[in-house]
C-alpha cells in the first residue's frame, strides 16, 4: 500500500507499520505504529515529504547554497542513514522555510514515481500591515482635534478610507528527483501564479464523495486521509465535559463497524491501523483543577476495541502563533 500523509510533515508508511513525523527538536523521528516508540531519528532533515519504497524524502531545516531548497534522501531500512542530497535552486528572494511566518510561508509537496519523485513547491508573502483606523468620532459639542501627518498640511480631522488591497505575492515550481543519484531536473520552470488560484487556507476535512456514503450510518459522514473508512461524529455531552464528541468509525468496503472513541474535537485527519485509530490533535490549552495545561500538536492513537488511549507523541508546531500587529 502506497504512503500517505496525514497532515504536512506527518507520513504514514502502512507497510512497515511506522509514522516519519516532524519532531519538536527539529529531527525527523520514525514513530511504530503499533506502540508509538520511536525508532531512529534524524537531524540530517526536518521535515518528511513522501516514501518511496525504503527511501524518505525529507526537508532539510537549512538552505543550501545561495538559499537552494535541500532535500535529503533517508533509508528507511538502514535506521535513517542518509542516501543523497539534491539542491533544488529557487528564484532570488524565496525562502525554503519550514516554520510559517506571519506573512510569507513555504510549501512542498512530493509524489514518488518509478525510480524518482515530483517536487512540487510553493512561496507565497502577504504584505505585513495593521487594520486601517476608521472614523474618527467626535461627540457633540466637541471640537474635532488638529491632525498633522508628513506631507499634509494641518486641518479638521477627518474621516480615514480603507486602505487599498494589496494581493499576495504567490511563487510555484516543480523539478523531478532522482531517488538513486539525487539529480535534479527541471519539471516546471517557477513562475508567478494568481492569487485566484491559490487554495484555502486551512486544512481541508475530507467529506464522503457524493452516493458512496454508508446507508444506515448517520451523517456527517468523514472520510479518513487513505480513504478506506468513516467517520460519524456525535456530541454526546456539554461544554463541561471535555471529551464531548463520540468517534464511531465504519469499514468504507465492508459497512462493518470498527470501534468507537470519544474525542474533545469533531473531526480531525484520521486512519485505521489494525484496532487502532490514529488521528492528529492540534495544540490546545485546558484548565484542570487550578492547573493550566498545554499540550502540542499529537498524533495519537485509540484503541478501537475499549476506546482507551494507546499512546502519543508530540509532533512540531510550524504556526506562528506570535499576536499580529494592530
Known amino acids: 500500500m502506497d504512503s500517505f500523509q496525514l497532515s504536512p510533515g506527518v507520513v504514514i508508511d502502512p507497510d512497515r507499520g511506522e509514522a516519519f513525523v516532524m519532531d519538536p527538536g527539529g529531527d525527523i523521528v520514525a514513530v511504530d505504529l503499533t506502540n508509538g516508540s520511536e525508532l531512529w531519528r534524524s537531524e540530517k532533515a526536518a521535515k518528511p515529504l513522501t516514501v518511496s519504497g525504503d527511501i524518505l524524502l525529507g526537508q532539510a531545516e537549512k538552505p543550501g547554497p545561495a538559499n537552494a531548497l535541500k532535500i535529503v534522501a533517508l533509508s528507511t531500512s538502514r535506521r535513517g542513514e542518509p542516501v543523497t542530497e539534491s539542491l533544488v535552486p529557487l528564484p532570488p528572494n524565496v525562502h525554503p522555510m519550514i516554520d510559517q511566518a506571519a506573512n510569507r510561508s513555504f510549501?512542498?509537496?512530493?509524489?514518488?514515481?518509478?525510480?524518482?519523485?515530483?517536487?512540487?513547491?510553493?512561496?507565497?508573502e502577504r504584505p505585513l500591515r495593521g487594520m486601517a483606523p476608521g472614523p474618527l468620532q467626535v461627540l457633540p459639542g466637541e471640537t474635532p482635534p488638529m491632525i498633522s501627518t508628513m506631507g499634509v498640511p494641518p486641518g479638521p480631522a477627518i474621516a480615514t478610507t480603507a486602505l487599498p488591497s494589496v494581493q499576495p505575492v504567490i511563487m510555484r515550481g516543480e523539478v523531478r528527483i532522482n531517488l538513486s543519484s539525487g539529480v535534479v531536473a527541471p519539471a516546471l520552470a517557477p513562475h508567478l501564479a494568481s492569487a485566484a488560484t491559490?487554495?484555502?487556507?486551512?486544512?481541508a476535512v475530507p467529506s464522503v464523495p457524493s452516493g458512496t456514503s454508508i446507508a444506515g450510518v448517520p451523517e456527517p459522514q468523514f472520510l479518513s486521509v487513505d480513504g478506506r473508512h468513516i467517520l460519524n461524529s456525535e456530541r454526546i455531552a456539554d461544554d463541561p465535559e471535555w471529551d464531548k464528541y463520540q468517534w464511531t468509525l465504519y469499514d468504507r468496503g465492508?459497512?462493518?463497524?470498527?470501534?468507537?472513541?470519544?474525542?474533545?474535537?469533531?473531526?480531525?485527519?484520521?486512519?485505521?491501523?489494525?484496532?487502532?485509530?490514529?488521528?492528529?490533535?492540534?495544540?490546545?490549552?485546558?484548565?484542570?483543577?487550578?492547573?493550566?495545561?498545554?499540550?502540542?500538536?499529537?498524533?495519537?492513537?485509540?484503541?478501537?476495541?475499549?476506546?482507551?488511549?494507546?499512546?502519543?507523541?508530540?509532533?512540531?508546531?510550524?504556526?506562528?502563533?506570535?499576536?499580529?500587529?494592530?
Open 107 to 124: 510549501t512542498t509537496r512530493a509524489h514518488p514515481q518509478a525510480g524518482e519523485a515530483t517536487l512540487a513547491w510553493e512561496f507565497v
Open 198 to 203: 491559490m487554495p484555502p487556507s486551512g486544512p
Open 254 to 326: 465492508t459497512g462493518a463497524r470498527a470501534g468507537a472513541f470519544r474525542a474533545h474535537l469533531r473531526y480531525a485527519p484520521f486512519f485505521v491501523a489494525d484496532s487502532r485509530a490514529i488521528y492528529q490533535t492540534p495544540p490546545y490549552a485546558r484548565k484542570l483543577g487550578a492547573q493550566l495545561v498545554e499540550e502540542p500538536p499529537q498524533i495519537r492513537a485509540m484503541d478501537l476495541v475499549n476506546g482507551s488511549q494507546l499512546w502519543s507523541h508530540a509532533l512540531r508546531d510550524t504556526t506562528d502563533r506570535r499576536p499580529r500587529p494592530p
